[in-house]
């Protein structure tokens, strides 16, 4: 196995397309996060991104990007923002996990949404974590019958809901490839506001992030495309999602609505219209992501396997590292894992998102994303 080390900005055309084929060939790697063009994405905002690929006999046949600090500690790409992590390889193809790591100049390589079929990392995943999904069939008879088919415990109370919010505000409608930026940025902004009033981390207070998701929003390829979904009642924006989809798999990733009219449950509205719509353009699979909430058990059909853990070689920079994160890994798993404790957490951090968001803004600040 030859392993070679590429900028993102070297990868030829026919690489990409090579990485292309290693995804229609193995099912597991059809996931968008998976693309060339998401990786590509992050690169643009992230110096230390590269792409190890691996040829056999001279054929590229497996593509693994990572970031790396100049300590020689990978990350996965677009940790924290990637819900699938892999080594992109075609049918067949193995490696050791130890001159990986070598050949990119790692001492470590760490990840939390890893796919289930990374044999040669399994024996470096800490643990390992359910990621629901939606598997999705078309039905032309529209939207009513298809979700009293799917879902006919949330059927009558969706519906009736719907018609409601189109009574009170306005002509229910969906749109599922909404192209104008005006959405996405006001999809950001509720978002935003949701993360302060939860007590979670802003990630739209990050400017890199911000500019990322403007730019995969531009993106249109066979096997990557950002996809923005909207509810409007009337010309009233309600609800919005963005999310990249490939030829298969669609990834929920950002989903907010109007807290105006959370009496709605206009961000369950936001998922079964998705999922309608989606099946109807082509998409098999709603990957909900890694994580324990109750609508994502009302939804999913099934769940994947997805691990975390770090993958290391002997050096001391990965044992301070693990020494490092691991335990606070650790605790945010025990927390999640147990109700008892997940619910007063949650107390907690909405407390202190209710403190932070009751505090006025200071000298030129903004609700709105910085750019």
Partial sequence: MDVTIHRFDELSTALRAAWHRAMDESPAYGNPFLAPEFASGVA?????????????????????????TVWGVGRAIGL??????ALVHRPGVTWDAHELLRACGLSL?????LVAEQGPFSRHV??????????????ESGYAPWLRGAYPGLAKTTLKKERRLGRDIGEFRFEFDERDPAL???LMRWKSAQYRRTGRMDRFARPWIVDLVDHLFQVREDHFTGVLSVLYA?????AAHFGPRSRTVLAAWFTAYDPELHYYSPGLMMH???????????????????GDKEYKDWLKTRELRVGEGFAT???PVSTAHRLWRGPVRGLRNTVNAHPGLRAPADRLLKAVGTLRTSRPLRPGGTDTPAR
Avoid: M, W
């Fill in 272 to 290: 079964l219209r998705t999922a309608e719509a989606a099946a109807r353009h082509g998409v098999t699979v709603l990957d909900l992501g890694r």
């Fill in 313 to 315: 070689r002997p050096h």
């Fill in 109 to 113: 390589f760490e990840f939390d949404h």
């Fill in 44 to 68: 643009r905002h992230r110096g230390g991104a590269r792409c190890a690929v691996l040829r056999e006999n001279g054929e590229p046949v497996g593509f693994l990007p990572y970031e790396r």
């Fill in 126 to 139: 800490t643990g390992t974590f359910a990621s629901p999904v939606i598997d999705l069939k078309p039905d």
């Fill in 234 to 238: 009337g010309d009233r924006p309600v």
């Fill in 80 to 85: 924290g923002l990637s819900d699938c992590q």
């Fill in 184 to 186: 996405l940025r006001t």
